[in-house]
């Protein structure tokens, strides 16, 4: 692994299946803030595939060194700066009319996931989508053995993370106004929602 430029294996997994839905849902939109980009890799992939988009990246702190490593290298003229960004406090100013997060709901705590749907309709204008990438359960059960495994995996690295239900996570959405549009099954286990606001 690159030092500078840290490498995230699950994003050559899931990058081509996420990015058919970010085709679909985001062809309309302009400037996009991801939460929670991770190393970056995601950013680059779907900046160069989808010109059209401004692409604002956004992590912790510690994370930023290796964003900024992974945009620099890829030079593409439609991403932005990373910003420092941490759900439970102030998010930036208004402007975009999409959000991104792929794989963050499971290491917030709830009380995170539910400043993450309160602070949106500040952060985004109207018409606006927003994606979310991840594991869920329905109905209170796994969808799938590996599903159960995570969620142990996940809760033995911290009591506060874990596999969140559907149903919950639907429920603060519609709270903010947000309709979900579309739940699509991706690779692994993982679902795609998209709500429109």
Known sequence: MNQSRPDAPSVARNREPILEVLREHFAGCRKVLEIGSGTGQ?????????PHLAWQ????????????????????????????????????????????????????????????FARLPDALGRPARLVIYGPFN???????????????????????????DFEAVCALAEAQGLTLIEDRAMPANNRCLVWTF
């Open 57 to 116: 990246c956004s992590e912790r702190t510690e994370a930023l060194p290796g964003i900024e490593a992974w945009l620099a290298s890829a030079a593409l003229p439609n991403t932005l700066p990373p910003l420092q960004l941490d759900v439970s406090e102030p998010w930036p100013a208004s402007g975009y009319d999409a959000v991104f997060s792929s794989n963050t709901l499971h290491i917030m705590a709830w009380h995170e996931v539910e400043q993450f």
């Open 42 to 50: 995601h950013a680059i992939h779907f900046a160069a595939a989808l």
């Open 138 to 164: 329905y109905g209170g059960q796994y969808s799938s053995p590996s599903n159960a495994e995570f969620d142990q995996w996940l809760k033995a690295g911290g009591a506060h993370r874990g596999i969140r």
